[in-house]
């Protein structure tokens, strides 16, 4: 079955990059001259998605502006001949090419709820989850990567993975990880283990590989979500892993070592890293860059 729908969960507080998040959703800080977001929502058009639901919280209506047509804006530009490169890059965010959407998760239960909000939306069908938090740049969009191999298994799902430092391994998820002959970069998921302690990592020689900000999902992950929500204490998250673990364990769930540049847009350091490594390619910015941070490392 074809995977049209996508979820993108941008609920989240952004605490980790306060202050700049108290007024401003860290979905929408930016990268040079766009929205993390708005790269985001373009992957998933480049990889086929022809919906997709935004889930949000109080505070983060502008999201929904920025996908919006700006009349007032847009009708200055149109007037002046010399803006028309502007004016391009203005309609971009309400022209992607999908139908998108947008829901309030009303209470903080973590990405597991965050995700079930969306069951209405997503239906009886295979979708994608692209995590709020992460931009992956690649040519060839990670949620392509995931999308061709879920289909090429019967719409099994499939998680995004990379290989983590160990001592960065303890902040995401152990995935084991069995390689599928054949098949290049792609694996069975035997366990997921949600942010394992340094103990535990050197006990059981856990995986490096962790999930980093891309799945594809079978609709059925919705009862485990139900379930595991309505057994979760109130006032704690329910993490998402969890159900996909309980996949793995059915033999139901994939992993791909996918291709592509992934930034932590919800980490100081990601968004310098974004910034930087984006604007070194940027075509309006890129040869005055270059030359600022050569004339800056020269001074260190």
Known sequence: MKIRKAIIPAAGLGTRVLPASKAVPKEMLNIVDKPAIQYIVEEAVAAGIEDILIITNRGKGVIEDHFDHAFELETQLKANPSKAGILEQVMQASQVGANIYFLRQKITKGLGHAV???????????????????????PDPVTAQLVRVSEANGGCGVVGVNEVSLKNLPKYCSVGA??????????TVPYIIEKPSPAQIETEKLSRYS???????????????????????????????????????????????????????????????????????????????KAYVKTLAAAL
């Open 178 to 187: 069995t390689p599928v002959p054949g098949q290049e970069r792609v694996f």
């Open 211 to 289: 999930i980093l900000g891309r799945v594809i999902l079978p609709p059925e992950i919705f009862g485990l979500l139900e379930q595991g929500c309505a057994e979760t204490p109130a006032g704690e998250e329910y993490y998402l892993t969890d159900a996909m673990a309980e996949l793995g364990r059915q033999g139901k769930l994939m992993a791909v070592d996918f291709i592509g540049r992934r930034y932590d847009m919800g980490n100081k350091f990601g968004i310098l890293q974004a910034n930087c490594e984006v604007a070194l390619h940027h075509p309006e910015v890129a040869e005055e860059f």
């Open 116 to 138: 079930l909000c969306g069951k209405s939306f997503v239906g009886d069908e295979p979708f994608a989850v692209l995590y709020g938090d992460d931009v992956i740049l690649n």
